[in-house]
Nanobody, 115 residues
């Protein structure tokens, strides 16, 4: 009924940039918060950034000043602009969408930061 699909991951050198996209589709009546989590190998999934339907944002301390989350409500989409990437940002990045108070997750997109 609802699908969440991420895109935009890849391999980038330290100091580089990537832009992740997330689009929700299907039976969507009320879209609330959207956000990004990430999971590095052998570690738990952790919060990266969230954005409310009104545009309020929240970031993990480790990405403040480097990552920017935004959204386009008309497209049911969220974006994560990642600048000055570091090797420790390497992880699978997962997008979620709070739709009618149910969380829907994407399949994840790999981000690898390496020289």
């Amino acid at each position: 009924q609802v699908q969440v699909v991420e895109s935009g991951g890849g391999l980038v050198q330290p100091g580089g940039s990537l832009r992740l996209s997330c689009v929700a589709s299907g039976r969507i009546f009320n879209m609330y918060a959207m956000g990004w989590y990430r999971q590095a190998p052998g570690k738990q999934r952790t919060l990266v950034a969230t954005i409310s339907s009104g545009g309020s944002t929240n970031y993990a301390d480790s990405v403040k000043g480097r990552f920017t989350i935004s959204r386009d409500n008309a497209k049911n989409a969220a974006y994560l602009q990642m600048n000055n990437l570091k090797p420790e940002d390497t992880a699978v990045y997962y997008c979620y969408a709070d739709i009618s108070k149910t969380l829907y997750w994407g399949q994840g997109t790999q981000v690898t930061v390496s020289s």
